[in-house]
Each structure stands twice: as C-alpha cells, then as structure tokens.
C-alpha cells in the first residue's frame, strides 16, 4: 500500500469500483463502519459526530448510525442543510433516525464528549475555509477530547497538505484504500495523528488504470532493488566510492561522507584529498583510503579508473570557481554521482551549465538540496513556490535538472525526471544536526556504488538515514548514523 493517490485519483478509484458493480451507499457504509470500529475502541459514552455537506458528511452520518446502535451516546452537527444533502450523502442521513444539529461553535461550548467524529471537509478541500468553518475548528480544537478525522482533518488540502486558513488537530485519521499526499506533506501530517488505512472493498486492480506516479518512502518501493551482498562476492564487486575533501579546515564533511558510504555498503572508499589536508584525512582514516587530488585537473585524471563507480561532491568543499569545475569533471565520465551542498550553491546563477553537463550523462545524478539550497539553484522554480508545493517544486526541478532530486526536510521528498516521486515520513526531529546531510549523500554513493539504480538508492538511503536516527534516538550527532546503520540493515 506504498501508492499515494490524490484526491482526484480517489475520486477515480471510487468510480472504477462503482461501474464494475459495487454501488457508491455500500462504499459509504463500509467507510462508515470502519470509522466507528475506530471510534469504539476509545470506548466513548458520548460522541460528537461533525458531518459536512459531501460524502465525508455522509460516512460521518454512518458511523453515527452505527456507534448509536452499540449503546452510544451521538450527537450530530451538519455544517450545511440536510435537505440539501444529495446523492449517496442523502441516503446515509436518511438512515440516521436521530436529530441534527446546526453546526455552530456554540453548539460544542460546554459540552463534554469522550470522543469527536471530525467528518466535516474531506481530502478534496481545495479552497480556503470561510469564517464560520474556521470559528467551527477551532472550536473543534478546543474540545479537549481524542478527535478521528474522517479521511483527513478538515481544513487540509489532500493533495498538497496545506492547512487551508485553519485545520482540525486529530489525533487519529482514518482514510480509505491508499493514504493521499496530504497525509505525509507538512503541515498535513502534524495535523493527523495516527494514520489508519480501511479497507473498503475498492479492489487493487484499478491502479493499473489510474497509474499513480506518487509514492510512500518505505522498503516496499525499492527492497527488489535493494543490493544484498553475495557468498561468491568481493570488495571489488560492492563498488568503489570516491567522496572529494575540502580543505584543511573542513574535512570533517568529506569524512562522514565516507564513512556512510562505507556503511551503506561500497566494497571500497576513497577521500579524494587536496595535499593541504592529506595528512588530516589520513590521521582520522582506517578503512576508508587517502588519495592525494588537487583540483578539477588532477581529479579527472584519478577518476580515469572506471572501476571508481560512484562519487559524491560538495560537502566541505567550499563554494566557488574550483568546487564549479571539480563538479564538471566528475559528471564528465560513466560513474554515478551525488552532488551536495557546495557543489550545488556553487551553481547559484548558472544553474543552467550544471543542468547542461547533466543532462550529457547516462549514468544517475542526485541532487540533494535543503530548502535554502533549492532555492539558490532553482532560482526561477522558487521564485514561484508560492502557486507550488513541495512534491510539486520537486518533480519540476527533477525534469528541468534531468536530475533526481531528493528535496530534503521533515518531509523530504524524492522525485526523478521521468515523473516518480515518493515522500518520505520516518525522519525523527534528532536529525537536524550538523554533518546529518554529508552522511545521507555517502549512505546514497555507497547504494549507488554497489549497482542500484538512482531513483531507488535515493530513496533507499533517507529511509535509512531516517531508521538510524530514530535508532539513536535523542542527543544524536552525525557520527552516529553509520553506527547505527548495521542495526537497520539487519532489520532489513
């Protein structure tokens, strides 16, 4: 269940499963019921069921019907006329036989309930809240009681996670045959707490119509591809990865970087190192191997050795003219490459000669841009970021770089040229600490060095990176996250 479906492609799995013969009110129902399965087991005496003009409103109406019929006390409050109500909407408020409420802040003040039924906007929200709507969620917000929001917490956009002018705070959503990209975007996410998925009856097979191209971050999208290491193997079979050192104040990067590599798996790595700070790099080294290379002349001369198969630059590199050429001259060849930090803000103003010198290439290129990153490369895409989101900018510059670009943050998201995107959602808060990054781009030269594909290595490696955080857990520094990668891969 890693397919991430927008609201619109929901819309076209509930049709699809209607024309093959299930009609909409069986789906509503069966929506309905599982909502209150869940409900129960916060064993309320007394619910408060918020229910909105749409099919939302309508599954809210059945969970009414069913939590009552369990002994339950339910109070239910339509935002919208019931005789307005159409279509299968109509039919589940017709089946509840209790009263209805008007909606309104004041019918929930000083009221107590075990349990709010949040039923009221659903995942298909794509305009901002007017006021009473607002005054309605906040009062929702206030009640001081566990809250289940019906598909999504109202007030969040289902395709980008946007809080739409205000959004409820549920502490437990439950959503039907495949989460929506709002359930992982933030600030989406912080607003929904646990994240339920019912089965309803809607079969799988109506994926291969809607085809989508969105995905969860989880082993399920890359463990086919994932490169496990074999009894007839060698050091030589696992890759040789090269990560280029800064100098001699800044070679703390390089080596983290390494470090990643050699964990993920690279059978070989080696710090490419200006001569200033050979003896740094080889003081602090064991396994990881020393080379001395000064600048872009000197690095695609070592880099002749095809068997150096993956390469990262950037981290503690420096920004300017020498990180622009260096970078040029490890794209200039067949190994895979992962560019970060410098090597990214050192294209800032001529975007278009690193997309160029990329899109020349077979071989993966990954990107790895923080917020501020994405910005100084993607200068025209972030002028725009008010009309986009996040899983949008990503896809965008992934197309206009010909680049995999892994969009990093609380809500990292991963998204290839060919138009694949997954979002990630195990990163815990430890993670913002400095060197964090250099060791994510080494996790991912050490996937790519070993042969697996740019796409899946990416999103490979901030799973991991995520896993060894959370393995850690508080008071983690960078260093830590290549010794706690043999605990996840064993998990694995």
């Known amino acids: ?80 006329e019931r005789d307005r109500l159409t279509g299968d909407a109509a039919i589940a408020a017709q089946r509840w ?6 909606a309104m802040p004041g019918a929930l003040a000083g009221r107590q309930y075990d349990i709010c039924v949040d ?107 994932f490169p496990a290491p074999k009894q007839t193997g060698h050091k030589y079979s696992r890759g040789h990865a090269v990560v280029v050192s800064g100098g001699i104040s800044t070679t703390g990067a390089a080596r983290l970087a390494a470090r990643g590599a050699l964990r993920a798996g690279a059978g070989l790595v080696t710090l490419a190192s200006p001569r200033e700070s050979l003896a740094v790099n080889a003081t602090a080294s064991l396994a990881v191997m020393v080379r001395p290379v000064d600048g872009a002349r000197e690095l695609t001369t070592f880099l002749t050795d095809t068997r150096l198969n993956a390469v990262v630059i950037g981290p503690g590199c420096g920004v300017g003219a020498g990180t622009r050429e260096q970078v040029l001259a490890a794209l200039d060849g067949l190994r895979a490459v992962v560019l970060d930090a410098d090597a990214l803000t050192s294209f800032e103003g001529d975007s ?80 913002a600490t400095a060197g964090s990054g250099d060791v994510l781009a080494g996790f991912m030269a050490g996937l790519l060095a070993q042969g697996m594909p740019g796409f899946e290595a990416a999103c490979a490696a901030v799973w991991l990176h995520g896993e060894a955080a959370s393995e850690f857990g508080p008071g983690l520094i960078a260093e830590d996250l290549p010794e706690m990668l043999p605990r996840v891969l064993r998990r694995l």
Request: hydrophobic share 50%; glycine share 10%; net charge neutral.
């Open 1 to 80: 269940m890693i397919e991430l479906l927008t609201p619109s492609e929901m819309a076209k799995a509930d049709q699809l499963t209607i024309a093959g013969g299930v009609p909409g009110i069986e789906l509503m129902e069966r929506a309905g019921a599982a909502v209150a399965d869940r409900a129960a087991l916060f064993g309320p005496r007394a619910v408060v069921v918020l229910a909105g003009s749409g099919n939302n409103g309508g599954d809210g109406f059945v969970a009414a019907r069913l939590l009552a019929a369990r002994g339950m006390s339910v109070t239910v409050l339509l935002h919208g």
């Open 97 to 102: 036989n209790g009263e209805v409420l008007l």
């Open 119 to 225: 039923a009221l906007f659903g995942a298909g929200l794509s305009r901002p809240l007017q006021a009473d709507a607002v005054l309605l969620v906040d009062a929702v917000n206030r009640l001081g009681c566990p809250v289940l929001a019906v598909d999504l917490p109202s007030g969040i956009n289902g395709a980008t996670g946007a809080a739409m002018g205000a959004a409820v705070n549920a502490t437990t959503t439950m959503t039907f045959f495949r989460k929506k990209p709002g359930h992982l975007l933030l600030p989406g996410r912080a607003h929904c707490g646990e994240i339920h998925v019912a089965d309803i009856g809607i079969e799988n097979g109506v994926l291969a119509e809607i085809r989508p191209m969105t995905f969860e971050n989880t082993p399920t999208l890359w463990r086919e591809q």
């Open 352 to 431: 278009a000669t690193l997309f160029a010198a990329i899109r020349r290439r077979a071989a993966a290129t990954i990107l790895t841009p923080h917020a501020g990153e994405f910005s100084r490369l993607f200068g025209t895409l972030s002028s725009k970021s008010h009309l986009l989101v996040k899983l949008d900018e990503a896809r965008i510059a992934a197309e206009t770089a010909g680049a995999i670009v892994v969009f990093k943050g609380a809500d990292t998201v991963i998204a290839a040229p060919d138009n694949r995107a997954a979002i990630n959602a195990n990163a815990p808060p430890y993670l």
